[in-house]
Structures are given as structure tokens and as C-alpha cells.
């Protein structure tokens, strides 16, 4: 058998593992083949319970018998007692090598043990620590704690803490966990119109709520689903928010990172602050003004924009709630509100709220056919800025072409959109739609 078929066996919580619940965390009823005493590892008073139940000295439970069906064939006999023995004792004092991923109520962490020393690594944080380790008379030490330790299979273990808590460990293989190289976080995946939803966490995640586990080999990945479907992809970095997938069958996705939180009523994706039509912000976010680096990023651009010969200056920058709402329904009024909403947001709705955003020189039309404008789109990337809303673009960003409209996003991030040729949203693969 592959080592991939067994670590799905043992995430799946076949016979002889520990039950495991998607995504590696631990099931509420989780339970432990042959843990008679309910105690979550196995000993003697296992042992003793189950062998005075099989001499009719007592009779099972419902939960006991079905945990005292060790090898899941739907009997309870001299058989699964002798699993039973074999699984408490043959490897009581074996110490684990390789990489472990261990799940407790604190999170889950990898272990890579070697030789009678081990290095953890905290999934959330990447935190490593490394420490010296020993096992003897069914008693596991990791540093300076002290654990029962307790064998379901040669491939999961259980460690029971001196206050009762538990960690429960699988096997995940020979080669190290590099932390810093994994796919964390929540993707979306687009191959033309078809489009999947992936959640990584760590090397565990779902894909359209299926689970899987998957392993790192370079550039190949394997992906082992639940069901036993195991398939395999070529990855590529494309920047720090897309990653290029191309399956075994000659498929190839896009992946978009799109972690979204929201905070006080502000909405984040991957740690960008977005307003648009169907993204707001509440009444009461109030920067002040241009944010300082937005502000002097804006002020380096005039700098350079000057020595061309070209001038710059700022005719809108921030604007409250109460303002844009009064400049919206000035609009409204004068154009009617579907004419409006081609080119001025509702309130809540305005970028220039964010602090983030500028309108250079003259807000219209004539703008996009000056030196000015042709130079910012070349170079406004330069500065941490991109267009906001370019050309031919309005069923994607619900806004006309606006060439005089910048958004600061950073140097960094404000290339990788230019370089990109996309919109925010494109680049980010979310919708700007009003809900009604």
C-alpha cells in the first residue's frame, strides 16, 4: 500500500485509527478503538476491562462493543483482544521519526521527530521550537513535559497530558514541513467560466467542501480526497496573489487568493481595504483626509511628473459619508440616479472615503487626451498607485473610464495590478454590484 492510501486511512478514522473529522480537527465524539475506560489512550485497564467483558465476567455497552470491534469486522472476539494487546504493548516504547501533523484543542502543529530530537511547527503562526525527546515504560517526554503515550497504529499516536488533555498524531511522511512554502488560505479557482473554491489550511483543506490532504514535492502537489480520489498538479507562482495550476488531465486553473475578513464594518481582502458597489464602508470611518502614505507617494509622482514637464494637482481627495452622499444626490437630480451611478457612488460606497484615493487634475472626459493623463497610466504604478477605473472596463468595476481617478495600493501591489493588465476587481476576483 502507498503511504498516501495509508495517511488517508488514518485521516479518514479507518479500524485502526484515530477518528478525525475534516480539516483535522477533532470530533467532539471522537473516539479510540479498544479504549474501554473512555480515558483516550490505551493501557492495561483496557486490556483487563475487555478481557473480563470477552469471559462474560461483564457485558458490553453499546459504545463499548463498538469500540472493542478493533478490526471492524463487526464482531467482538479473541481477535480484536489481541489487536488490542498488540496495539497497547508492541510499540509503547517506540519513539516516532518522520513528520507528524498533531491536532489538539490549541491548534495543530507539525513535528518532524529524528533520532531523540524533534522541532514543532504551529500551523496559524509558523512558530518553531525544537526540543529533546525520549519515550520509556509507555511515558513520552517532550522537553521538560511529560506524556502517556498511546499507540493506535504504527501510523497515529496518542499523547495524554498530566492534566488530562489530549493530542492525537498522524503520520504524514519521511520529509520535512516547510511552513513558510505551504497554501494557506481561501482561493478561488477559475478555468473559464467553471470556478472552485479551495480551503487550505496548512497541507489540510477542502475543495468545494470536499476534503483532502495534500503533499509537496517541488513544484508537483498531490491532492488525497476523502473519497480516495487522489489527483496531482504542476504549481506556479504568478504573483503574491495568484497561483497557476495545471492538473495531471492538462487542465490549468488560476487560483485567486481572496481572504476576506471584515473589521468594524470594513471590509478586507488579503489585507486591502475595499469600497466599491457591492463592498462598503459604514458612515462613520473617517481617516481624516489622504492617508500619509497615499499622500506623500502622490507628492513623489508630482515631483517626477514636474521634471517631464508635466503639472499635477489634487482636485478631490477624501471625502466624508455626509459629502459624497450631498454630491451623489446632486448628481441624482440632475442626471437621474441610473446616470449617476455610472459615475458617482453612493455613499459608503466612494473610494474617496478610504483615504486611499485621488482625482488628479480635471475630472473629465478631456482629461484622458492630455501629456498628464498618457503619463500617469505609464507610470502612476511607479508610486504605489494604479487607474482605478480603466478604459472599457465599466460592467467590471460599475464605473466609466476615469483616467484621472488613482488608488494607492502600495509599490509592491500596485505593480503586480499593473503588470497583471486587470482591475481590482479582476485582480482580486470580486464583483462591484450594488445589491439593489
Not at 296 to 303: E, G, I, N, R
Not at 319 to 343: P, W
Request: hydrophobic share 30%; proline share 2%; with cysteine.
Amino acid at each position: 500500500m502507498k503511504r498516501s492510501k495509508k495517511l488517508l486511512s488514518v485521516l479518514l478514522g479507518a479500524a485502526t485509527a484515530v477518528c478525525l473529522v475534516p480539516g483535522g480537527a477533532l470530533s467532539e465524539d471522537a473516539v479510540l478503538k479498544g479504549d474501554m475506560n473512555g480515558d483516550s489512550i490505551l493501557n492495561d485497564e483496557d486490556v483487563s476491562l475487555f478481557n473480563e467483558r470477552l469471559m462474560n465476567r461483564a457485558s458490553f455497552t453499546d459504545k463499548q462493543y463498538a469500540l472493542a470491534d478493533i478490526n471492524g469486522d463487526g464482531k467482538v472476539n479473541v481477535y480484536d483482544l489481541m489487536r488490542l494487546k498488540k496495539n497497547t504493548y508492541s510499540r509503547r516504547d517506540t519513539l516516532p521519526e518522520g513528520t507528524w501533523l498533531g491536532y489538539s484543542s490549541a491548534g495543530t502543529k507539525y513535528y518532524t521527530f529524528s533520532g531523540g530530537k524533534c522541532t514543532t511547527t504551529e500551523e496559524k503562526t509558523g512558530k518553531t521550537a525544537s526540543f529533546e525527546c525520549s519515550v520509556k515504560d509507555g511515558k513520552f517526554t517532550l522537553g521538560t513535559n511529560t506524556s502517556d503515550i498511546s499507540w493506535n497504529s504504527s501510523e497515529n499516536f496518542i499523547l495524554k497530558r498530566s492534566d488530562g488533555s489530549t493530542e492525537k498524531f498522524c503520520y504524514y511522511g519521511k520529509e520535512t514541513i516547510n511552513w513558510s512554502g505551504l497554501y494557506t488560505g481561501d482561493w478561488l479557482a477559475v478555468n473559464g467560466s467553471s470556478k472552485r473554491s479551495f480551503n487550505i489550511r496548512g497541507v489540510s483543506g477542502t475543495m468545494n467542501g470536499k476534503h483532502f490532504i495534500y503533499k509537496k514535492n517541488g513544484s508537483k502537489l498531490d491532492f488525497i480526497f476523502d473519497d480516495g480520489t487522489n489527483l496531482s498538479a504542476t504549481v506556479s507562482r504568478i504573483d503574491s496573489m495568484h497561483l497557476s495550476m495545471k492538473w495531471s488531465n492538462g487542465t490549468t486553473e488560476r487560483f485567486t487568493l481572496r481572504n476576506i475578513t471584515v473589521k468594524d464594518g470594513i471590509t478586507y481582502i488579503n489585507g486591502i481595504l475595499i469600497a466599491n458597489k457591492t463592498y462598503s464602508l459604514p458612515s462613520t470611518y473617517n481617516p481624516g483626509g489622504i492617508l500619509p502614505e497615499a499622500l506623500s507617494a502622490y507628492y513623489a509622482l508630482q515631483a517626477d511628473g514636474a521634471k517631464n514637464g508635466l503639472t499635477y494637482w489634487i482636485t478631490s481627495g477624501f471625502r466624508t459619508y455626509s459629502y459624497q452622499a450631498q454630491l451623489y444626490q446632486n448628481y441624482a437630480a440632475r442626471d437621474g440616479y441610473a446616470m449617476a451611478d455610472t459615475y458617482s457612488a453612493r455613499p459608503g460606497h466612494s473610494e474617496h472615503q478610504t483615504g486611499l484615493a485621488i482625482d488628479i487634475n480635471v475630472a473629465g472626459d478631456n482629461f484622458g487626451y492630455t501629456p498628464e493623463s498618457k503619463w500617469l497610466a505609464a507610470n502612476c504604478w511607479k508610486y504605489g498607485f494604479i487607474i482605478r477605473y480603466p478604459k472599457d472596463k465599466q460592467s467590471i468595476t460599475g464605473y466609466k473610464y476615469e483616467p484621472w481617478h488613482v488608488r494607492y495600493l502600495g509599490k509592491e501591489l500596485a505593480k503586480e495590478v499593473y503588470d497583471s493588465g486587470l482591475t481590482l476587481e479582476e485582480f482580486l476576483c470580486i464583483d462591484s454590484k450594488y445589491k439593489s
